[in-house]
């Protein structure tokens, strides 16, 4: 197990890409894709969740002839979605080992345009139970929402605050929020077989275990927990341990993943847009290029929004104008 979150996403072997499009229809329906490396297991287990046992259509393809990509293979996954609300029982489903996107979608008629507003919201990718609040400032979370697009050069002195605002989420507060997302599982564990006493004595022993926590980590050797097996008299068995650290072992594997993702989002919306926070558009097309900082700790949203003139109000109103002057024009030559 890792003693930190560097460690885990330092051993990914490479960046890899994801692509997600969303094509909005007038009343609410969505089209989707997801493009993603294929794999062995990535058409039936993957950390977005999509595959073709929950209804997606499935598309295997190699990489453009054009590009150093050419002889790697994608899976492109492609469903149909009555509303936002149904995409989001899939997509944003609770669980901590998936990522989770969430929809939204409104419908405005303002007489003679209709408005339509959409949105994707990446939820943060941590998900343990450490308050970040204690470890970064609004300073930090400031600089994160100015980041620009991946790929997007910025200046030597936001690469070094970047640099240390990893150091600061990877190394301090990931390796905190690991050991104690363990503790607290231990502590559950022997709380529901009534072993209060021991409870106690690794509340006094909890900063020393920390301690070795760290120091093993950096030796590759983090199954601290494992070892209370060791202690005399303590009730847990090294499989109850060792099952509690794989559970940990998931949610790494899940963050390490996300995390090394290189992230292209799309949204077509139908009229002429008029407003979003995305880095590109093309006629009724727009695109993000999201820095995976924007929404490693907290929730990172793209929005559009578009319109389209109603004729027939157009129409509607041309008439009852008409009407209006002819009854005046008829009031008047009475």
């Known amino acids: 197990m890792m003693a930190g979150l560097s460690m885990a996403v330092s051993i990914t072997s490479c960046d890899h890409p994801v692509s997600m499009e969303t094509t909005v229809h007038p009343d609410g329906a969505l089209d989707k894709t997801i493009t993603i490396f294929a794999d062995s297991v990535a058409i039936e287990t993957n950390f977005l969740g999509v595959s073709s046992r929950t209804g997606w259509q499935t598309e295997l393809f190699k990489g453009d002839s054009t590009n150093d990509d050419r002889d790697k293979l994608y899976i492109r996954f492609q469903k149909h979605f009555n509303s936002s609300e149904e995409a989001n029982q899939e997509l944003a489903a609770q669980s901590d080992t998936l990522f989770h996107v969430t929809s939204h979608f409104e419908r405005k008629f303002r007489w003679f345009y209709t408005y339509w507003?959409?949105?994707?919201?990446?939820?943060?990718?941590?998900?343990?139970?450490?308050?970040?609040g204690d470890y970064f400032s609004p300073e930090d979370?400031?600089?994160?929402?100015?980041?620009?697009?991946?790929?997007?050069?910025?200046?030597?002195?936001?690469?070094?605050?970047?640099?240390?605002?990893?150091?600061?989420?990877?190394?301090?507060?990931g390796?905190?929020?690991?050991?104690?997302?363990?503790?607290?599982?231990?502590?559950?564990?022997?709380?529901e077989q009534n072993h209060r006493?021991?409870?106690?004595?690794l509340a006094s022993y909890k900063e020393e275990l920390y301690g070795r926590f760290i120091d093993e980590g950096d030796k590759g050797d983090s199954i601290i927990f494992s070892k209370l097996v060791y202690t005399p008299g303590f009730p847990l068995t090294k499989g109850e341990l060792s099952e509690l650290e794989e559970e940990t072992d998931r949610l790494v594997s899940f963050f390490s993943t996300a995390a090394n993702g290189k992230y292209f989002h799309q949204i077509n919306m139908p009229g002429t847009v008029v407003n979003s926070n995305a880095d590109s558009l093309m006629q009724s097309s727009l695109f993000w290029r999201p820095n995976t900082t924007r929404f490693l700790l907290k929730d990172y949203t793209?929005?559009?929004?578009?319109?389209?003139?109603?004729?027939?109000t157009v129409i509607i109103s041309g008439i009852l104008v008409a009407v209006a002057v002819g009854i005046n024009f008829y009031r008047k030559t009475r």
């Open 117 to 132: 507003y959409y949105s994707d919201t990446y939820q943060a990718i941590n998900r343990m139970t450490l308050p970040i």
């Open 141 to 173: 979370f400031a600089f994160i929402n100015r980041l620009p697009p991946e790929g997007k050069p910025i200046s030597k002195a936001d690469s070094l605050y970047l640099n240390q605002l990893h150091e600061k989420i990877f190394d301090v507060y």
């Open 175 to 191: 390796s905190r929020a690991l050991f104690d997302n363990l503790y607290e599982k231990l502590v559950a564990q022997l709380k």
């Open 197 to 201: 006493r021991w409870i106690d004595s």
């Open 302 to 312: 793209m929005f559009a929004e578009s319109r389209k003139l109603n004729g027939w």
